[in-house]
């Protein structure tokens, strides 16, 4: 397979990690104004999880080990880490070099991506087109965001909105043409940025004590305008990704979309033409944990039995950019 012919590249292990601490609607409601019933109608969130001590590298690191454990394989097998996550341990050095160090892979390259809510995504078409190209066998892509490190939680329009978790992904090359990455459409568009984003810590604005009295260190999001574009981002290429692959919603066994908001997965559902109980939905127990989303599906699907080899899915996501963008695949475990 390394004679420069194109090969396919396929997701052979998936694993997550959420921290133990949940935090229930009702926890902002002892202090914000704001209620159980307004956060599950308006966002289909119940509880998300809080990682209190540690950086997002510490949620990653046990999906890792899971992820190793899985395929039966050591760090050093491991020839890059890709880390998709707005929430890095440090500025830099980037979270990648962090986790190589910390699980001891000692033969890897590896780099961080910041795609935002996409970052998964963006990321697993990255490591696709690195692996067809014979530019790696093995790659460790990790969607982390340790969320609660850049939400206000004075803010009720965001601070229930997010959570932390790790999910981890194997990509691998396959010769079986049943399975593995098919096609990816990807897109940023960024007059979206004075709609989400979080001002200060960067280069524009380095931190102040103005910054800090302005909240510029977190999260910031016109959630009613977002909210339009993410429906129709989401949905457009969902849909488009399914129907330039000549197929219909009836040979998707799961769309797996970004969890942020249960009214924008429903309108992604709908437009594709497929069933509410072929979308995976757990934002009710996570909330939204960027990055993260979407490999904790696959996870919880797969640890349940629910995929089988060879099962079309799309995975599609909106963030922070904006970013947005679908994936076919097929189910390769
Ligand atoms: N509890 C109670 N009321 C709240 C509230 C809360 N937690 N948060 C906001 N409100 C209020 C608003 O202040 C507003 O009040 P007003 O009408 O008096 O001004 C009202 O509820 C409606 O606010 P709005 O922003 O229109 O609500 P919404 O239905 O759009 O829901 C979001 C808000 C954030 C849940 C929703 O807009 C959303 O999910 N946006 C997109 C998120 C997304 O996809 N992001 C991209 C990836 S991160």
């Known amino acids: ?20 601490e949940v935090v229930p609607n009702s926890f902002f409601s002892s202090y914000l104004d704001t209620n159980d019933e307004w956060i599950r109608s308006r966002t289909g969130i119940r509880e998300r999880r809080i990682l209190r001590n540690g950086a997002t590298s510490d949620l990653a690191v046990p999906a890792i080990n899971k992820v190793l454990e899985q395929r039966g394989i050591v760090a050093d097998d491991i020839d890059l880490i890709i880390v998709a996550t707005v929430t890095p341990d440090m500025m830099f050095p980037c979270t990648a070099c962090v986790i190589q160090e910390k699980i001891g892979a000692k033969k890897a390259w590896g780099f961080d991506l910041n795609a935002a809510c996409s970052g998964f995504v963006f990321a697993l078409e990255t490591a696709r087109r690195i692996v067809e190209s014979g530019g790696a066998n093995k790659v460790l892509l990790v969607g982390a965001d ?87 981002g989401m949905a457009d290429v969902s849909a488009e990704v399914v129907e330039r692959n000549k197929l219909t919603g009836a040979d998707i066994a799961y769309l797996v979309p970004h969890q942020a908001n249960l009214r924008i997965i ?68």
Not at 9 to 18: C, D, G, N
Not at 211 to 232: E, L, N
Not at 297 to 326: I, P, R
């Open 1 to 20: 397979m390394s004679n420069g012919l194109i090969r396919r590249a396929a997701i052979t292990a998936v694993a997550h990690y959420v921290p133990e």
């Open 146 to 232: 340790k969320m609660s490190s850049i939400t206000d939680y004075q803010d009720r329009n965001t601070c229930i909105l997010f959570g932390d978790a790790a999910g981890v992904v194997l990509i691998e090359p396959t010769d079986d043409l049943n399975t593995g990455i098919i096609d990816a459409i990807l897109h940023i568009d960024g007059s979206g940025a004075p709609h989400l984003n979080m001002k200060a810590g960067g280069s524009l604005n380095p931190p102040t004590h103005e910054t800090i009295d302005k909240r510029w260190h977190y999260v910031f999001q016109d959630g009613k305008t977002v909210f339009k574009s993410a429906v129709v």
């Open 266 to 333: 429903d309108a992604t559902r709908e437009r594709m033409g497929i069933s509410a109980d072929k979308v995976m939905v757990n934002i009710d127990k996570y909330g939204n944990t960027t990055a993260a989303t979407i490999p904790m599906c696959l996870s919880e699907w797969h640890a349940a039995g629910k995929l089988k080899k060879g099962d079309n899915l799309v995975l599609s996501s909106f963030g922070a950019g904006y970013t947005w963008g679908a994936i076919l695949l097929k189910w390769a475990i």
